[in-house]
């Protein structure tokens, strides 16, 4: 069963491992049947919801034409190359911007940030997404949340799709932290560290 397709090489033009530049690939699970199995969606989704999770804003775009949305879906991927990985629903606005940008940010929200989760996740419709928050860019162009845990921006190195969401790897091109606590999501409700 093959499980990829088009797989490019990850070596810069002079055979330079570590640098982050490079061609993108995309995976596909051709082969692997997609049928549902013996968990449902509901328990899936009951399931999941133990998961304690940083909530994130995902964006991409460039200066005027931002895309963005509210994820929990976002890990490490390796420290060599710095990167992680981002879930984005598969032909959604964000999704279509990532490929065509090559890139995307993530914003790791503080505490006091869920006013901000709630609009980019569509729960709150006052205004543009980008009025709340002070928002500034990235060199890449890409928006970067000013107050949030972390923020970084990615230059697009992977897709893989599967059924109705994509999975973005993303190379770092930068990356700042301040001293904030997360905001996290668990039980389908906001969650904070005490202390």
């Known amino acids: ?16 491992q570590s640098a982050p530049e490079v061609s993108v690939r995309t995976l596909t699970l051709d082969g692997i049947p997609l049928e549902a199995g013996p968990v449902s969606h509901r328990q899936f989704a009951d399931t999941m919801a133990h998961l304690a999770s940083s909530v994130c804003i995902v ?3 460039e200066a005027g034409q931002w895309e963005g949305r509210t994820v929990t879906a976002m890990a490490s991927l390796s420290a060599t190359p710095p990167s992680l990985v981002v879930s984005i629903t598969k032909g959604s606005a ?3 911007q ?3 940008t090559g890139g995307f940010s993530v914003a790791m929200l503080a505490s006091d940030q869920n006013d901000i989760a709630d609009i980019f996740a ?6 543009g997404r980008f009025d709340t928050g002070q ?3 990235w060199a890449s162009g890409r928006p970067k949340l000013s107050g949030a845990m972390a923020v970084i921006d990615c230059q697009l190195a992977g897709v893989i799709e599967l059924d109705t969401h994509c999975l973005f790897a993303g190379v770092f091109m930068a990356s700042e932290f301040g001293d904030h606590k997360p905001l996290l999501w668990h039980n389908r409700g ?3 560290l005490a202390g």
């Open 190 to 192: 906001y969650a904070y």
């Open 122 to 127: 569509g729960k709150s419709i006052s205004g």
């Open 1 to 16: 069963m093959p499980l990829q397709k088009g797989l490019a090489s990850t070596l810069s033009p002079d055979g330079d």
């Open 59 to 61: 964006t991409s775009g």
């Open 135 to 137: 928002w500034q860019s």
């Open 98 to 100: 990532i490929v065509r």
């Open 94 to 96: 964000l999704a279509e």
